[in-house]
């Protein structure tokens, strides 16, 4: 995890030519939109302030005060949720008053579901008291096959095809919600990173999950009016 936020962090910096030596180049304020992470949820710390976020990295590095950096991120925050989040006014007056605005969102739209699936199938094994490597590889294979043949039941696709195709409709009305409000205010948007991608013997499930994520990353790739940080292709292979 500390590496991905630190990869996350450099590649803001890297984009936003925040690294240069002028400080004219820096935003002199900065919000964060988004889900967990955004908000550094799992890392060392958190709750709390100073929790070692990409976020707060950041904002530490742009020497932003707590009065111009603002991290709205929520935990389990869907592009659903989002969208609502936008039609609040008190959200509205933050979102003019930043000149820099960083989005982490998508996560939670397919892969939450993806989770629930995967749990469902891993609850199914039996495990005994044999704690032998023989035993627990066959355990672990076990688990693989069962998530993979429930991956493979239409109604699990359906759901999770339903999942982007929200996505990619929510998100085009996030982006032309905020420019709306704050043309001026440059938009940065992670990509969707694949978590299955790397792990020894996930093979077929992170092919699985990238049919979907693929979806959803060429939608932020291509749309108008943002600057994406393609975190994907960075965490590729090391989930």
């Known amino acids: 995890m500390k590496n991905k936020i630190a990869s996350i962090m450099t590649i803001l910096i890297a984009i936003v030519s925040l690294s240069a030596s002028s400080i004219d180049l820096r935003p002199k304020s ?87 699936f995967i749990s469902s199938s891993v609850n199914t094994i039996s495990v005994n008291s044999d704690k032998s490597d023989t035993n627990k590889l066959s355990v672990y294979s076990d688990m693989i096959s069962k998530i993979n043949t429930e991956l493979e039941r239409t109604e699990v696709q359906n759901q999770l095809q339903n999942g982007v195709d929200e996505f990619n409709a929510n998100f085009k009305v996030i982006i032309k919600t905020i420019k709306a409000i704050s043309p001026t205010s440059k938009v940065y948007v992670q990509t969707v990173y694949n978590p299955f991608s790397g792990i020894l013997g996930f093979d077929e499930i992170s092919k699985f999950c990238e049919k979907y994520l693929s979806q959803m990353n060429q939608t932020i790739l291509t749309t108008d009016g943002i600057i994406p940080i393609d975190v994907h292709t960075v965490f590729n292979n090391n989930a």
């Not at 603002?70 to 959200?91: H, R, V």
Request: aromatic share 6%.
């Open 30 to 116: 900065l919000l964060v939109l988004g889900d967990s992470i955004s908000t550094g949820y799992g890392l060392e710390g958190y709750p709390s302030l100073n929790v070692p976020s990409f976020c707060n990295l950041l904002a530490k590095n742009l020497k932003l005060s707590n009065v111009n950096y603002t991290n709205d991120a929520i935990n389990g925050l869907t592009s659903k949720d989002l969208l609502e989040l936008l039609s609040n006014q008190e959200n509205e007056k933050t979102i003019k008053s930043n000149e820099a605005i960083t989005i982490s969102i998508g996560g939670n739209d397919i892969l939450s579901p993806m989770y629930s």
